[in-house]
Nanobody, 120 residues
Framework: VQLVESGGGLVQAGSSLRLSCAAS????????MAWYRQAPGKQRELVAA????????NYADSVKGRFTISRDNAKNTMYLQMNSLKPEDTAVYYC??????????????WGQGTLVTVSS
């Protein structure tokens, strides 16, 4: 599975951005997808995750009510709608896809990341 993110950029606080993650390859094997982010000097953290059918999502407390994760399986694409952006949202955002088998992770794919910079 290959993942390619797009949609990052420089915006002012309070603005919105939509990130996209296009998946290719053996996409039928993907069970769950997620967005992570890594700010300078900090560890990578989970932002939001969604199951294969899109029926279940979860969010980091810091983005609840502002970010929305979704996926279009027909287009093999996942999205992250980010509203009311704050300077502390500045980070490189990574797309992740996972598959599970027999209780273990059998696929753990990452995109190259897209930079989001929020100015105050």
């Amino acid at each position: 599975v290959q993942l390619v993110e797009s949609g990052g950029g420089l915006v002012q606080a309070g603005s919105s951005l939509r990130l996209s993650c296009a998946a290719s390859g053996s996409t039928f094997s993907i069970n769950a997808m997620a967005w992570y982010r890594q700010a300078p000097g900090k560890q990578r953290e989970l932002v939001a995750a969604i199951t294969s059918g899109g029926g279940s999502t979860n969010y980091a407390d810091s983005v609840k009510g502002r970010f929305t994760i979704s996926r279009d399986n027909a287009k093999n694409t996942m999205y992250l709608q980010m509203n009311s952006l704050k300077p502390e949202d500045t980070a490189v955002y990574y797309c992740n896809a996972r598959s599970y088998g027999l209780g273990s992770i059998v696929l753990d794919a990452w995109g190259q990341g897209t930079l989001v910079t929020v100015s105050s």
